[in-house]
């Protein structure tokens, strides 16, 4: 029998539905974008949840993924499903 080698890549986060992802990280607001800062990358938090959530406190979030918006200035991107 053959064992083929983990490809986790660190993206998926144990998340089994394509495109889901949970994150944990702290809220900040720059303008009139929802920002999370999960590491050193910044996820731009988008639909409504995402306004009620608190700044400057640690938070975990779940959504799908998404495209930033242009102009701002996050990596990436999550519609925001439960916060």
Known sequence: MRVTPSTF????AGDLVRGARTLRGVVERDGPW??????????AL??????????DVPVEVRGTLATPPPGCPAERALTVTRG
Do not use: F
């Open 34 to 43: 929802v920002v999370l800062r999960v590491g050193g990358q910044r996820w």
């Open 9 to 12: 890549d660190g993206d998926r």
């Open 46 to 55: 988008l639909g409504d949840r995402a306004g009620s959530l608190p700044v």
